[in-house]
């Protein structure tokens, strides 16, 4: 048991250093989604079954959505489809050049 | 009412709406928008960079000390279960040895969130009433504040009135919705008897709402929660949170008995005021929570 909570702890740092340091605003949100999933594991464990439940419903679920909807309307997840059309865009008038 | 009075109405809801309420005329408001900013020197420039680099010194230290004390504060807590620590006092132990007698709660933590400690709860959920109003202030849209390219902007973004093709999402949120909303209301409705309460339980009928607006699009649930039922749900459920809330401290406060019958703890209908608050609870998390998705992706529910 102490082999699995280590381990859970472990994977809790990494989580919070990837999610701080990563560039991809995307990876950062993930990463933090699954370090509450793994909070909330880790909350069983510590035998606070309500706050388990709370932690993966809010911390997972409704906030990562929340986040996901703010990068669509700030538009971050669509900059590399955008950059991409943008480019052809370019490639096809200096064709017709 | 006079038109000096008039005047200052008006500014009032200038001010509200952003204007420059000092100004008399139209002409002044454009004359202080299109000032220029002064020009810029070298000089300037400098000072700035040297601003920069002390702002990033000081930065650096600053991070560096916090994260010094939180170490040496995790160093000297006490041990995790010990039973010297000083959370065992008299407080813990009462609630431990007499908490299913008082409260009617089998689950401890429930009876003590909503039992003793109830006035707390209550504040708790008038502060997610008014961050519920605050973002409904912030965000929404009416006829007022969008214009046709705030429009154009939302349906090109695929926010507005979304529906998933993706046959993959369809059939696991259609296999999953159902088993979300039962847990919901199990997790709220037993929440004096097991782990949960009103807001986890409340939170995952949230979260289950959630992925049925994002999967068949927010029509479909408009046909059973608009915007009227949402304030309605909002307010009644504070309000009913409120009354109980006094009932229970009113007749507590003035050494009546408490008539709130509290029955066999372990039953369903039993322990008094929590399966209600609990419900209430639920109920408004649940509403708070799909509204801040509605706003955020569309602005309107």
Redesign the interface.
């Known amino acids: 048991m102490a082999f699995v909570e280590v381990l859970l702890l472990g994977f809790l740092v990494a989580c919070a250093l990837t999610a701080v340091l990563h560039r991809s605003t995307m990876i950062t949100i993930l990463t933090y989604m699954g370090f509450s999933v793994v909070m909330s594991v880790i909350w069983m464990l ?1 035998q606070a ?2 706050l ?3 932690e993966a ?2 911390g997972a ?2 906030s990562t ?2 986040y996901f ?2 990068l ?2 700030i ?1 971050e997840l ?1 900059e590399s489809e955008d950059a991409e059309e943008e480019r052809r865009r370019k490639a096809g008038e200096e064709g017709r050049k | 009412m006079n038109p000096s009075n008039r005047n200052r109405v008006k500014a009032f809801f200038d001010w509200v709406d952003g204007e420059e309420w000092c100004a008399k005329t139209p002409d002044e408001v454009v004359a202080r928008q299109e000032k220029k900013p002064a020009h810029r020197s070298s000089n300037d420039l400098d000072a700035y960079r040297r601003f920069r680099r002390l702002n990033q010194a000081v930065g650096a230290l600053f991070c560096i000390t916090l994260a010094v004390v939180l170490t040496m504060v995790v160093v000297n807590l006490p041990l ?1 279960g010990d039973p010297s620590n000083p959370t065992n006092n008299e407080v813990s132990a009462r609630y431990i040895e007499r908490g299913i007698a008082e409260t009617g709660s089998a ?1 401890l ?2 009876g003590m969130i909503l039992s003793y400690r109830v006035f707390d709860t209550f504040g708790e959920s008038s502060v997610l009433f008014l961050a519920a109003t605050c973002v409904t202030i912030l965000l929404r849209r009416d006829r007022k504040n969008t214009t046709s390219r705030d429009l154009r902007e939302l349906h090109s ?3 507005a009135d979304r529906k998933d093709k993706d046959i993959v999402l369809r059939t696991a949120v259609l296999l999953l919705l159902p088993v979300s909303v039962m847990v919901g209301f199990y ?1 709220m409705l037993f929440g004096h008897l097991s ?3 009103g ?2 339980g409340g ?2 009928l ?2 289950g709402m ?1 992925l049925y607006s ?1 999967t068949f699009g927010s029509d479909s649930v408009r046909k059973f929660f608009n915007e009227h039922l949402y304030h309605l749900v909002k307010v009644v459920c504070l309000m009913c949170y409120g009354l109980i809330l006094i009932y229970y401290v009113f007749t507590g406060s003035n050494g009546l008995d408490n008539h709130i019958w509290l029955g066999i703890p372990g039953n369903i209908i039993s322990s008094g005021i929590i399966m209600p608050i609990n419900v209430l609870v639920g109920f408004e998390v649940a509403c708070t ?1 799909y509204a ?2 509605a706003l ?2 569309e602005g309107e529910m």
């Open positions: 510590l079954p309500d388990a439940i709370t419903a809010v679920g409704v959505a929340l909807l703010t669509q309307k538009r669509k | 995790f689950n933590v429930g973004d695929g926010l997790v782990p949960g309460g807001f986890s939170s995952i949230g979260g959630i994002r929570i801040f998705y955020f992706s």
